[in-house]
């Protein structure tokens, strides 16, 4: 132990791994550090080790092959709010990434990787993944592994963070299904007290599928579509906008109760943002103001 | 493997057009190092949250919040403070005269967020409207409230560095 915290850089992801297997506690990645910092300066955070990825390059830029779109994790935010294959494949992302707060000077250093392993309640990315169905891809000392977004949500262990390390993200394109967020910013500062995305297909007017995930108003994320699946096979109207807000407040288990609102309010609230984000699915041009 | 592990960082920075080889203590925000290394004040500490944007600086031409980069996570890079917008012989840069005539600050605590946020956003973009300048001015808060004279401000600043787009 000394009274200074030490720091590597490795070069490879091979590097960082044999790194990261070697060491005990204490040990903290870093990226872009928007996270991290706030705490460190705080005392709230002492790392032991960190161990900085930020020069592995295989770890960053944005890609697509065929319908589905590679970011690694050290992609940008501002990289993906205006990347011509985000824009293309999953507008819905790019547009949660543009609602965060923060200003350029965040978006500009922080990464998709480090907004996902911090796994905050309050955040824009995870909603928008989970919706969009999206892979992410991790490597550790046993080896690379590609699971669903959804399974790194339920596994508490993955280690991401200090022994592992979260390498890309895929979001395969859906081109019939049409998709809205909707962030519900009521506070001063940087973030929502319940934040939805939607991801809905049609036929026509006929709702045939719809899928919605809200953020913010529980300390975990909830989805909500077996549950919506009755309003599927009709057109949308009031009453099924209606129906979607009752819902999705129910799916709320136990709402969060903090700065950013009470407990009850952010369950009704979770209802709302679960109508607004259909309706921006629905109505992309004119757009949510109810 | 742990023969990686160094006690501190060797970082070679142009720091407002001079080059700085420094070592740097692992955790140390890039504020720390500009203001107490460097004897950079003009960068500001506000909050060290990351939330008010006072100790903004350009990271290899982007801006950042210095408050929450880690010094050692930037073995290399070229950084613009305030301090560098003015040219040498202490001719203010266009975007800080146009501030300074337009009244654009008050207390002027803000001014690396807002005045280094105008300046990329006038990069790229020459003829910004309201809701462009909102977007890349909101990572920096100004505690006096003087949004509307900054927008005009930064309207100003724009008819200075293109004149040829004014009025479109
Ligand atoms: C002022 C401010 C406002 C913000 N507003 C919003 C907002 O409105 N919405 C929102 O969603 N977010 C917001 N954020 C959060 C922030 O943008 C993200 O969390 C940021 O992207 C984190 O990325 P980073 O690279 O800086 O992470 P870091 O701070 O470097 O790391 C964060 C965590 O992830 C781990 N980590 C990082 N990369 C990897 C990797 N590849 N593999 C394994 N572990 C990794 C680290 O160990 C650490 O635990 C805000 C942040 C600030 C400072």
Redesign the pocket.
Known sequence: MSLYPSYARPRSLQQAVDLLSGLQGGV???????????SVNYGVLMPDVYVD?GGIEE?IGISSVGDELVMG??TV?RDIQGHADVQRLAPLLAQSVS????GWQ?HN???????I??M?P????APSLLALQADIELIDAAGTRRLSFADLLADSSHG???K????RVFVTASPQSSWGYYKLKNTSG??GSANAAAVLETEGEILTAIRVVIGAAADQLTLVSDALAGLTGAAYDAAAGAEIERICAQAIGTPLSDHQGDGTWRRAMAGVVARRAVEAALLPATGPDS | MEDLLEQSALVQWRIDGELHELEVVPGASLLDVLREQVGKTGTHMGCR???CGACTVMIDGAVA?SC?AMAATLPRATITTIEGLTAADGTMHPIQQAFWDAAGLQCGFCAPGILLSTAELLQTNPAPNDAEIDAALAGTLCRCTGYQSIRRAVGEACVRMYPDAAGE
């Open positions: 903290v990645v870093i990226a872009g550090g928007q996270e991290i910092l706030p990825i770890l994790a050290l935010h609602a965060m707060g923060g965040v250093r922080g990464t998709i990787g480090g907004n392993v911090a905050h309050l955040y824009d990315i991401l963070g200090t592992a390390i979260l390498t940087a973030y | 949250t990351g939330h919040k929450i």
